[in-house]
């Protein structure tokens, strides 16, 4: 009990000194004395910690609160495991060599990717204890971290620190087949470093430095042959954990292995304004723009945010579905050919958590409300829906083939890539609702929540059943009359117009979507602003294909239900060795799926009609056909991309 209260007390302290900067990597901010070094570049907006925004009932705290039993259901020492293993120690409690202890699917003992689960854990735990202030995620990650450093002491590599041997990082360097040892690496750097920044953790510093000083002394002797060969292998955002130890320590050697991973094969056509992207594989290329941001951020010169900026719109506006989410079989396709990669195997969710990191840099750069119209699309599309409520399970991929259906990881017997990006998203959503400037408050997600502004000393809440419908109240709790603007996100989506009003007098509203609507005044407590949107069907047509389409009801994606004939749903991605076995998946479509609507582009609702007291519930007129939100949709199969009649 007595260290539990010292936790909760250390909390409250992290709390109280939290200071506001641009957002780093997915850091909602910078904790005050934990960075040598601040950040040159000045952005237009800054986010909020993920402590100061406390998440109210709706769909988004439902799927955290799965997400947290899954969490806490996976044991230290099988996280541990492989990295004792390697290390050959082993702890009393373990019950032996492999005895209940090894995990599965791409955690196993002979996968290369082993450990990249217990990196990504460790964000989630420091995220999750961020969101909720729960002590017990603390305590968990405090308990991984330090396993994790006897296993360094015992490896005695220079701070060496993986599930493996070094042997399939020298295997890397010669250019020889090896799968991605640096990636995985990055998560564990990544979580390192997150549980110093949201949990306070030092010793995870220290390991988290150790290994870099280990980076450091065995990669600056490389030659550029070497280099070159060793970065066509996948290393995920390794630059930008690099960076981030370079901004908190002032380590120059940090600094240096950031610029090592830049990849001038792939970064510099993009400099020149060229779409490389077809064939590459998506989540190996996304983030490589994380580390040159951060480094961007750091520094605060260079042509690194228009570089960002340029793949940011090659990939939303000419390699996206409706849903925001991008691929085929992990890789860009051709640009502008969506309709041709209409696959069980689309949209892979590592790529759009990637992907709404990469937005939240270029948000806070520029305050452009495309990038917060974009976070929406994909959080609600994708995100949202990646997780299965019955199991709480996760998807690896989002299909768009006709008549496909999610399929679903297990507790412990997958590890995909996705599920480790999963224990991420769902403890974060608090991360981009909220954003301010010196007197301005951005309101640019429409979920459920209580805002702490401290600087300001005011509480607003909000409350909507978005996307149930598109009204929104925001109550100001406050001591005293404060001045600021209340900028509320007028949506690209809200093409029927706004009502705003503020303690039930309606306002003006000359905005136009795609706009922040405006409302500057002092306010004291129980000021009430309210918003409505009414929200109408869309049309999303693919780019290369005007005769088939998707459905939307304001900003969310709208999906046919097919059933359940010969679904089975859970992980068939048994063999780590040969991880793209998933691509011989068989969906086993029953020929009878209808995958055509007959409907006049103009007048949606005149052939799709609303289904009498089912929220969020429509039925075609002409098909009979129920449609659905996609992020609800699960267990069942579904159609997205319809043939137009």
Known sequence: MNRLRFYLFMNVIVLLVALKVPAQSHYPGQHSGKFALQDKLVPKLYSFELQDVKLLDSRFKQNMEREQQWLMSIGVNRLLHSFRNNAGVFSATEGGYGAGI?????????????????????SGLALMYASTGDAKYKLRGDSIVAGLAVVQDALKQDGYLSAYAQGLIDRNIAGKPVWAPWYTLHKIFSGLIDQYLYCNNTQALDVATKMADWAYKKLQPLGAEQRTKMLRNEFGGINESFYNLYAITGKGEYK?????????????????????????????YIPKLLGLTRQYEIEGTGDADSVASFFWNTVINHHSF????????????????????????????????????LTRHLFSHSGDIKYAEYYEKALYNHILG????????????LPML??????????????????????????????????????????????????????????????????????????????????????????????????VKVNGKKISVRNIPGSYITINRKWKNGDIAEVDFPMTLQIILPNDNPNKAAIAFGPVVLAGLMGSEGFKGTAPYSN??????????NYNIPESISTSLQLNKNKLNDAIKPVAGQLLTFKTVKEGIVLRPLYDIHRERYVVYWDLK
Not at 338 to 352: A, I, K, V, Y
Not at 428 to 435: C, F, L, P, R, T
């Open 256 to 284: 240096w292995l950031g610029s090592f991973f830049y990849h001038n094969e792939t970064l510099d056509p993009l400099k020149q304004g060229k779409d490389i992207l077809d064939t590459k594989h998506a989540n190996t």
């Open 576 to 585: 780590p060795t040969l991880h793209n076995d998933y691509y011989t998946y």
């Open 386 to 397: 990646q997780q299965d409520p019955a199991t709480g399970m996760i998807s690896y991929f």
């Open 102 to 122: 090894k995990l599965a699917g791409w955690e196993s003992p002979d996968c290369d990717l082993r450990g990249h689960t217990t990196g990504h854990i460790l």
């Open 322 to 357: 409706a849903t925001g989410s991008n691929s085929d079989k992990e890789h860009f396709f051709r640009p502008d050919s969506q309709s041709s990669h209409l696959t069980g195997f689309t949209g892979e969710n590592c790529n759009t958590y990637n992907m709404l990191k």
């Open 402 to 499: 006709p008549g496909a259906h999610k399929v679903y990881s297990t507790p412990d017997s997958s590890f995909w890539c996705c599920v480790g990006s999963g224990f991420e998203n769902q403890a974060k959503y608090g991360e981009a609702i909220y954003y301010h400037a010196q007197n301005d408050l951005f309101i640019n997600l429409f979920i459920p929540s209580e805002l702490s502004w401290k600087e300001k000393e005011i509480n607003i809440i909000q409350q909507t059943n978005f996307p149930g419908s598109g009204k929104m109240q925001f109550k100001i709790e406050s001591a005293a009359i404060v001045a600021f603007g209340l900028n509320i996100r007028y949506p690209l989506w809200a093409t029927a117009g706004a009502i």
